[in-house]
T-cell receptor
Framework: RKEVEQDPGPFNVPEGATVAFNCTYS??????FFWYRQDCRKEPKLLMS???SGNEDGRFTAQLNRASQYISLLIRDSKLSDSATYLC???????????FGSGTRLQVQP | ETGVTQSPTHLIKTRGQQVTLRCSSQ?????VSWYQQALGQGPQFIFQ???????GRGNFPPRFSGLQFPNYSSELNVNALELDDSALYLC?????????FGPGTRLTVT
């Protein structure tokens, strides 16, 4: 079983739609969680950290469910510029390295 | 921009050769991590340096080695290059669990 699993997509949605991505992780002792965004042939960029209480940043909302070991990302009012690959990232216990999922590709269409 | 820089941006090497990739961390960050990203995959952790000492290593063979310098910049060295080493090599700098990536070096091994 992979340490971090994501649906690869692609998710094709119209502008203005709401889209949600889920991700599951295998190590229940994982401590920190993040969503990164990666544009084609570019580096990953930190989108947001994910806190136990959930957190929101504009149109983006992240949730963490420790009991079920999954993380979600909700994007409201999708823009064309949201088209990218979204990487679910977990920090395993005992080290500062990040474990990445393979990413979920989002394509927002006009 | 993150302030993390990498050089070179692109590199073509022949199987069996050696390569050195360089990374300058963001000002004030004392930790550098290196990742390998194959096409269509999430980044895979190679190793991490904290204050010039290796601070964790992923499942990569010993021919992948590194250094961190007193100014916290870092090098990744790969010996005896193999075709499967073709990938985007990313470095990330941090002071805590949030890591910020440089633009990467795209290595092609022929």
């Amino acid at each position: 079983r992979k340490e971090v699993e994501q649906d690869p997509g692609p998710f094709n949605v119209p502008e203005g739609a709401t889209v949600a991505f889920n991700c599951t992780y295998s190590n229940s002792a994982s401590q920190s969680f993040f969503w990164y965004r990666q544009d084609c042939r570019k580096e990953p960029k930190l989108l947001m950290s994910v806190y136990s209480s959930g957190n929101e940043d504009g149109r983006f909302t992240a949730q963490l469910n420790r009991a079920s070991q999954y993380i979600s990302l909700l994007i409201r009012d999708s823009k064309l510029s949201d088209s990218a690959t979204y990487l679910c990232v977990v920090n395993p216990p005992g080290r500062r390295a990040l474990t990445f999922g393979s990413g979920t590709r989002l394509q927002v269409q006009p | 921009e993150t302030g993390v820089t990498q050089s070179p941006t692109h590199l073509i090497k022949t199987r069996g050769q050696q390569v050195t990739l360089r990374c300058s961390s963001q000002s004030g960050h004392n930790t550098v991590s290196w990742y390998q990203q194959a096409l269509g995959q999430g980044p895979q952790f190679i190793f991490q340096y904290y204050r010039e000492e290796e601070n964790g290593r992923g499942n990569f063979p010993p021919r992948f080695s590194g250094l961190q310098f007193p100014n916290y910049s870092s090098e990744l060295n790969v010996n005896a290059l193999e075709l499967d080493d073709s990938a985007l090599y990313l470095c990330a700098s941090s002071n805590d669990y949030e890591q910020y990536f440089g633009p990467g070096t795209r290595l092609t091994v022929t």
